[in-house]
Each structure stands twice: as structure tokens, then as C-alpha cells.
């Protein structure tokens, strides 16, 4: 039997050593290799997904902008020619997009699926009185379901009266509820909007600045910027008609305390012998898109997703 010294176990004993350490790195390679293609392939699939939820977005954007150019050149009560109108031009979105999503490896289809139907009305005779008795107080639209892109341009800050005869903008619903805004100068330039509604909820929110000023009503901003009157205040909820069942009356009062222009769309209920001067070129009402649906699909070689997509540009939250 041979004797081994201690330099032998010494030298045997670091040439063990040696090799754990390759069996160890090699086993840290293996790994962190299968982790690696596991992130890689949680991280495909996240980006399909927000592939599909930033072409979605793109479509509302597109669609809406279509809705609102069609209701701006369509003149005339006829909707079947909206709806074709409509048809073309998802169509066209369809192809445009598709192409575009293709060159990337995605197919990506949006489809026409339905129309629901709303008057447009106009106004830029600079004035908010109506062609009633009593043109200060009147009312604009009745038995009224949905309201959106209701914006209100005021020419002349200094023409508002101050708050305790303030032009209002009045909603009465079904539940004998009711949501107010209210539009006045405090003081200078500055434009003060303040709703209330049925619940004894108040906010407010105040614009200095020189020129015109637009209220985006349903849409919440005041001079293109949020304003919590009109959105959400601490934890109210004060978006246009909050509170509110359906359907609802819309009322101005005090018009004459106003100077500016206004516009909106109604799925019902336009009183339109009311509007001032509806005949004449600066003030019309007409057949309009309220809202279009449309379906969308977006496919990748590992994930599908389908939905319905319904877009009503300006509409409350």
C-alpha cells in the first residue's frame, strides 16, 4: 500500500476544491440561463399586451376623431348616411392600422358594430339667450339620456355677472335631483366655475388670464386644464350630472349675463324651436353620431385579445 505524505493530501485536497468550484459555476450558468428565458418570456408577453391595450387607445383616438369630424360637416337630419359615412371610415382606420401592425408581426382588425344616434347643437351668435318668453331662463334639451362635448366658449371675461346673478347651468333629473354650474367674476379677469349638486355637495375652481376661456363642461377642464368643480373634489364626485338619473332636463338661466359660444351633443331631447336663431348661419342643430361601437381583435403568435370598444368623444367620466 503506498503511504501518502502530507504534501500528497495537500495537493489532492486543492485539486478536489478545484473541481467543486467548476461543478458550481457550471450549475450557476444552467441557472441563471432558465431564469433569463423565463423573464424573456414573461417580458414578451407583457409587452403583447400592452401592445394591444396602446392600439386600443389609438383606435378611441382615431374613432373620435372621426365622430366629431363627421358631426361637424353633416348637415341635414339623415342618419343612414352618417351611419355609412361612419362605415367607411372605420374601414379605412381598419386597413390603415392593420398594414401598420402587420409590418410588426400583429394582426390587428377593428369592425363597425353599431351607431347610436344624437343631435348636434351650435351656437356662435356670441349670445346664450334663447327664442323663448322668457329668452334669460330657458330650456335647451329635455327627457335628455346622455350629454357629451358640451363646451362653452366665453368671448369677454369682465361681461360675467358676479355670483348673485351668475349664469347657471341647470340639470334636473327624473329623481327630482339637480346639478348646477354656476359661471361668474369675482373680480378682474378671472372666470369662477362652481357646481352643486342635490346631495349638498359644493366645489369650486377659479381661471385668471386675458382673451376667451372654454369650459369643456363634460369633459372637465376649464382653459385645458382639469378642474375639480368638474372632475373630483377631495372625494366627490362632481363630473357633469353626477347624481343624476336619467332622464334630465338642461336649463340656462341668467343667459344674458354670459358673452360667448357653445356647443354639445344629446342622444335625445333637443328642444330645438328654443335655440336662438336655429336658422340662421351662426346657430344650427343636426343629425349627429352620439357614440360608435366598435369590435377590435389583436393577435400575436402567443397571446388574442377581442373586445368592444364604444367611443363618445367628450363624455363625462
Known amino acids: 500500500m503506498a503511504h501518502l505524505t502530507d ?12 473541481a467543486l468550484g467548476v461543478i458550481f459555476i457550471a450549475l450557476a450558468v444552467v441557472v441563471n440561463t432558465a431564469i433569463f428565458t423565463g423573464n424573456l418570456a414573461t417580458r414578451g408577453q407583457g ?7 396602446q392600439y386600443r387607445h389609438e383606435i378611441e383616438q382615431s374613432v373620435g376623431t372621426v365622430i366629431t369630424e363627421i358631426n361637424r360637416q353633416h348637415d341635414g337630419n ?8 361612419a362605415k367607411e371610415n372605420v374601414t379605412e382606420i381598419n386597413i390603415q392600422g392593420g398594414r401598420q401592425k402587420a409590418t410588426n408581426g400583429r394582426v390587428a382588425t377593428i369592425d363597425y358594430a353599431s351607431m347610436k344616434n344624437g343631435t348636434r347643437f351650435v351656437n356662435e351668435s356670441g349670445d346664450f339667450t334663447g327664442d323663448t318668453t322668457d329668452p334669460t331662463t330657458w ?9 357629451r362635448a358640451l363646451k362653452f366658449t366665453i368671448t369677454d371675461r369682465t361681461a360675467l355677472a358676479g355670483s348673485s346673478n351668475a349664469f347657471t347651468l341647470s340639470l334636473n333629473g327624473s329623481n327630482d335631483n339637480y346639478w348646477n354650474m354656476t359661471l361668474f367674476n369675482p373680480s378682474g379677469n378671472r372666470v369662477n366655475v362652481t357646481v352643486s349638486n342635490g346631495d349638498g355637495e359644493v366645489a369650486s375652481c377659479t381661471r385668471s388670464g386675458s382673451g376667451s376661456l372654454e369650459v369643456a363642461v363634460t369633459s372637465g377642464l376649464v382653459d385645458g386644464r382639469p378642474c375639480s368643480a368638474l372632475t373630483v373634489s377631495g372625494d366627490r364626485d362632481m363630473w357633469f350630472g353626477s347624481g343624476i338619473s336619467a332622464p334630465y332636463n338642461i336649463t340656462y338661466d341668467n343667459a344674458d349675463e354670459i358673452e360667448g359660444d357653445y356647443e354639445g351633443v344629446v342622444d335625445n331631447g333637443l328642444n330645438e324651436a328654443n335655440l336662438p336663431s336655429i336658422s340662421g348661419p351662426s346657430s344650427k342643430s343636426n343629425a ?11 393577435e400575436t403568435v402567443s397571446m388574442r385579445y377581442e373586445t368592444n370598444v364604444r367611443v363618445a368623444p367628450g363624455e363625462p367620466e
Open 7 to 18: 504534501s500528497d493530501r495537500g495537493q489532492i485536497i486543492i485539486v478536489a476544491a478545484f
Open 139 to 147: 330650456q335647451v334639451a329635455s327627457d335628455v339620456s346622455n350629454t
Open 288 to 298: 349627429a353620431i352620439y357614440s360608435l361601437n366598435v369590435s377590435y381583435s389583436y
Open 78 to 85: 339623415d342618419s343612414t348616411h352618417l351611419k355609412n359615412w
Open 47 to 53: 409587452t403583447s399586451d400592452d401592445d394591444a391595450l
